[in-house]
């Protein structure tokens, strides 16, 4: 069993940034790969960016070039640094886990919410 911890969401002006972190309580060599979703009112869960074991990282395209995923494999933690948020950005963040063996661990999610 996995378990996620979350913290670093809150309200923040349009423009401006905030960071998420989410730790592991799991070996960091167990874990294939770390990602963000977010959840928007009356939407569906969204891919946001993801991390590799390896490093590899992907992004949604609404996001390219403002957000920014990182991992400390020694920390089991893994980051989402959210630069220019918009209020489109406004969502519960999700941090998902996958393990070499093929589960799905999911975090309770932080709420990011941006005024204009």
């Known amino acids: 069993q996995v378990q996620l911890v979350e913290s670093g969401g809150g309200l923040v002006q349009a423009g401006g940034s905030l960071r998420l972190s989410c730790a592991a309580s799991?070996?960091?060599?167990?874990?294939?790969?770390m990602a963000w979703y977010r959840q928007a009112p009356g939407k569906q869960r969204e891919l946001v960016a993801g991390?590799?074991?390896?490093?590899?990282?992907d992004y949604a395209d609404s996001v390219k070039g403002r957000f920014t995923i990182s991992r400390d494999n020694a920390k089991n933690t893994a980051y989402l640094q959210m630069n220019s948020l918009k209020p489109e950005d406004t969502a519960v963040y999700y941090c998902?886990?996958?393990?070499?063996?093929?589960?799905?661990?999911w975090g309770q999610g932080t709420q990011v919410t941006v005024s204009s």
């Open positions: 998902r886990v996958l393990t070499v063996v093929g589960n799905l661990y």
């Open positions: 799991a070996r960091s060599f167990s874990i294939r790969s």
């Open positions: 991390i590799t074991s390896a490093g590899s990282t």
